[in-house]
């Protein structure tokens, strides 16, 4: 049977250190086939990707990825629980064997695979003790933290992020029940941390969003030759919503609670923040309290942003994809594409707005609200 390589990733920008990694796992694993599922136009962090999805595709394409998947907008945009969930979900639904890479500070995989096999058996009680850390005022990671460290005592496996994700990562296979047919791989994260952005060779993509933002040009080294082209556009600002959230917030008061991530009370802190603050950065400093952390926040404001409501994220989290977008591909690619065409029930599709009737069919509203919800989410990045 044929195996299939996945790569979770934003490529917020794509730099070197994204390159050694689809290189290196292609040579560790010995398998050419490998998908990318990429976030869209919408990151984690709560932010418009700094390049449009399209890009950030191609330039992955041209450093060894052969087929390039988008991660739908109502899990790019959401917290590392729902954004790993989402990620997984299609490796499962697409119905085929293979790896599953990432890159981690630990560089091995036993203690994050225990970790996160505990947390799939675990969940419900791991959510209880959440929730009660909470109560106490602790942000979420923080939260978190103290629960592997009471269950676990493993310091270390809390020092970088990208252990974390991975960990969400296996959670999630093993939630699914997928651990048969999809393998966690994982290769040491080379170059400098996620939140470094000091220079060198490898940087981490925060530090070239910085130079980039800030027009400086010592980009170009930290990029593979071969794409520094692609970086010749325009750059996506989060700063660039303000007004259009002020406006939102202004017309619909109160009622902003219903939109994923305005929880227990924060309506009423936006509410009055909006009218104190005249800039996006101040705006979230307003808001920032112990228990909610700068991403938390962000990510709650794009919600509202792009109309991402409580009620149909619960309702579209429970149900199957109605389809998945194909953002990008080479030769290899097109006969990736045929493979999982045949092992999956789910259509493959080029545009968003051109659904394969002829083959498929929804009873629901899944198809209308995932659609409507990528169409509204590119027109809303081509006015920032």
């Not at 091995?108 to 009660?132: N, S, W």
């Not at 080294?221 to 002020?246: A, Q």
């Not at 994809?321 to 493959?348: A, R, V």
């Amino acid at each position: 049977m044929k195996k299939f390589i996945f790569v979770i990733a934003e490529y917020n920008p794509f730099h070197k250190g994204h390159k050694y990694h689809i290189r290196k796992t292609k040579k560790e694993i010995d398998c050419n086939n490998l998908i990318i599922i990429l976030s869209g136009n919408f990151v984690q962090r709560g932010e418009p990707a700094i390049l449009n999805q399209d890009i950030r595709a191609r330039m992955a394409v041209k450093n060894g990825a052969d087929l390039v998947i988008k991660l739908p907008t109502l899990y790019s945009t959401a917290s590392s629980d729902f954004f790993t969930f989402g990620a997984i979900k299609i490796i499962k639904e697409l119905n085929v064997s293979g790896y599953l890479s990432f890159g981690s500070e630990a560089g091995k995989l036993k203690k994050l695979v225990e970790v996160g096999r505990y947390l799939a058996k675990y969940e419900k009680e791991y959510y209880q003790q959440i929730r009660k850390f909470l109560k106490n005022g602790i942000s979420v990671p923080e939260a978190r933290e103290k629960f592997i460290k009471k269950v676990f005592g493993s310091e270390h496996l809390l020092n970088g992020s990208n252990n974390l994700l991975g960990i969400d990562y296996i959670k999630n296979i093993y939630k699914f029940n997928i651990e048969n047919k999809v393998k966690p791989f994982t290769i040491k994260r080379a170059g400098k941390d996620y939140n470094d952005i000091s220079h060198g060779d490898i940087m981490s993509a925060t530090g070239i969003r910085k130079i980039l933002k800030s027009n400086g040009k010592n980009w170009e080294k930290l990029v593979p030759k071969n794409i520094k082209y692609l970086f010749d556009t325009k750059y996506r600002k989060v700063e660039n919503t303000f007004l259009f959230l002020k406006n939102l917030i202004i017309r619909e008061g109160p009622s902003i609670k219903k939109y994923r991530g305005v929880v227990e009370g924060l309506e009423n802190l936006i509410c009055n923040g909006i009218n104190k603050t005249n800039s996006y950065d101040d705006f979230i400093n307003e808001l920032l309290t112990k228990r909610y952390t700068k991403s938390f926040l962000k990510r709650s404001l794009l919600s509202i942003f792009l109309n991402i409501k409580k009620e149909s994220f619960n309702y579209l989290n429970k149900r199957r994809y109605p389809f998945l977008e194909i953002i990008d591909f080479n030769k290899n690619g097109q006969e990736i594409i045929k493979k999982l065409t045949e092992n999956s029930s789910i259509p493959l599709i080029h545009n968003v707005k051109k659904y394969p009737w002829k083959n498929y069919y929804t009873v629901d509203k899944t198809l209308n609200l995932m659609r409507d919800l990528e169409i509204r989410t590119n027109q809303l990045y081509d006015l920032l």
